[in-house]
């Protein structure tokens, strides 16, 4: 029987000049941030000691002291407000998370800002210079210290997973790549230094919400790790 | 609640004939700027790290690759350039015990080419299509007219392998492809292919696109062909 609500016939020939990111870009919506190299060479830190990711959490639970926060500070009564659309996030190990040998992830949106104070903004530069529209998400990473002292009850865990199932090595690379189904992740896990590529959802940052990544590993001791961020994303008002 | 914005019924059926790369290739608006295979380029020795100043050591002032739109800001129907993958073949490897072999990607407002490296020639893939680039490119061994300026943007950073690098060693940088995967071993000894996730870049009318890249004790120059893809069109049209 024939899908009545989609007929079989009557399609439009089109050929599609821009995919999803170069569209966007085009259209000034695209946003891109990294931390710029330094003498140092050791990238930024983030919090020692983060155990594990339990809720609610304790001082040494990722929730209260994530690697990374991404608020969206567009008031949500606005009705020309945008939402960020992450598109991808890469780490780049300088220091490793001592003495862990399994290290996980996970990406957690809150309705609330989360950021309280601490670790290194990033700047955020639309990628098309054509265009004039700034950022309106704000990107920390670091030794962040949050706004309450656990996650509302409104949170939303979108993704988790491990990084490594042996300890990291230095310039170990994480490239999460949000929303692209036809992904495949087929890096080796052991401890020689690697390139990882990692699946996340398709992640929806709305007005006054923010999505955090927490970082932690049950052996993780009192030296923080350190990397080197570069942060992705879209800014549009949904729908249009 | 639904999005209000966005309904959830009356989908318009398309049949997809091309998507991007192929599509831009059929209306004329796609080059390639290839090096042929025996004639690799050198670029610039003992450049250490990418701090932001004028020195023939950081990678900011010595860039390894410079774009320029030649395009007039002023003019409404200026094209912009949307790069789409860059390859870099390795013939020679970077001499001296580099333990890391790092890149960064900055956009600036001007042209920041002064001197250096070898011009390539951009070619439309598409015989049939009269348009010619707007684009000047150049890789090698170049010299930036300054230090970036305060519109610099920083759009990608990062490291490419550790180790000095094998010949044959490849890396493609690929933008704006959120499905560009990163799964390989950095410090193989055998050469290897390595795939390189960056952003969508818009070069705008009279905006510089620089490839930097630089390594820790880094003394002799790599030298590598190269093969640059990109797209140029109106923006928005």
């Given at each position: ?9 009557s ?15 085009d ?14 060479n050791?990238g ?7 155990a ?19 608020y969206?500070?567009?008031?949500a ?11 991808y ?5 300088k ?8 290290w ?10 989360r ?16 265009s ?6 704000a ?26 199932g042996a ?13 692209a ?7 080796a ?21 923010s ?10 001791g ?19 | ?18 998507n991007?790369d192929?599509?831009?290739a059929?209306e ?55 790069p ?52 000047k ?59 390189i ?6 070069l ?14 880094y ?14 069109r109106?923006?928005?049209?």
């Amino acid at each position: 029987m024939a899908n009545a609500n989609f007929p079989g016939a009557s399609s439009q020939k089109v050929s599609n000049l821009w995919n999803a990111d170069y569209a966007l870009a085009d259209e000034g919506s695209y946003f891109a941030g990294a931390n710029a190299w330094t003498a140092a060479n050791t990238g930024i830190v983030i919090t020692a000691s983060i155990a594990d990711d339990a809720l609610p959490a304790g001082a040494t639970s990722a929730p209260n002291s994530p690697a990374m926060i991404i608020y969206n500070a567009e008031n949500a009564n606005n009705p020309n407000a945008v939402s960020i659309y992450p598109r991808y996030c890469k780490l780049t190990t300088k220091v490793i998370p001592l003495t862990t040998v399994t290290w996980f992830y996970a990406w957690r949106l809150d309705n609330a800002n989360r950021y309280a104070s601490g670790g290194t903004a990033l700047t955020m530069n639309n990628v098309n210079p054509g265009s004039t529209r700034a950022a309106k998400g704000a990107v920390t990473f670091g030794v962040l210290a949050v706004n309450t002292t656990t996650v509302s009850s409104a949170h939303r865990l979108v993704s988790n997973g491990t990084l490594a199932g042996a300890a990291p090595v230095v310039l170990d690379t994480y490239l999460w790549q949000f929303g692209a189904p036809s992904l495949a992740m087929d890096s080796a896990r052991a401890a020689t230094v690697k390139s990882m590529t990692i699946q996340a959802p398709p992640v929806v940052i709305p007005p006054g919400w923010s999505l955090q990544l927490e970082l932690w590993g049950a052996t993780y001791g009192a030296t923080g790790a350190q990397y080197d961020v570069e942060w992705g994303h879209v800014e549009r008002t949904p729908g249009l | 609640m639904a999005n209000v914005n966005f309904g959830t019924a009356n989908a318009q059926k398309i049949v997809n004939l091309w998507n991007a790369d192929q599509a831009l290739a059929d209306e004329g608006s796609y080059y390639v700027a290839a090096r042929e295979y025996g004639s690799p380029i050198a670029i610039t020795a003992s450049v250490a790290d990418d701090l932001n100043t004028a020195s023939a050591t950081h990678a900011t002032f010595a860039p390894a690759m410079s774009i320029f739109n030649q395009e007039n800001p002023n003019n409404p129907n200026a094209k912009s350039i949307y790069p789409r993958y860059l390859k870099l073949t390795t013939t020679t490897v970077q001499g001296g015990p580099a333990t890391d072999w790092n890149y960064a990607l900055r956009l600036d407002n001007g042209n920041k080419y002064a001197s250096g490296g070898t011009a390539l020639t951009p070619q439309n893939v598409n015989p049939m299509s009269s348009n010619s680039s707007v684009a000047k490119i150049y890789f090698g061994a170049c010299v930036a007219t300054a230090a970036p300026t305060s519109a610099a943007r920083l759009v990608s950073l990062g490291n490419i392998a550790t180790a000095v690098s094998v010949v044959m060693d490849t890396y493609l940088f690929h933008f704006g492809d959120v499905n560009t995967k990163m799964d390989q071993l950095k410090a193989a000894a055998a050469a290897k292919n390595i795939s390189i996730h960056v952003p969508p870049v818009v070069l705008a009318p009279g905006w510089t696109l620089q490839l930097e890249m630089w390594g820790t004790s880094y003394t002799t120059a790599a030298q590598y062909v190269v093969e640059f893809a990109y797209a140029e069109r109106i923006s928005g049209l």
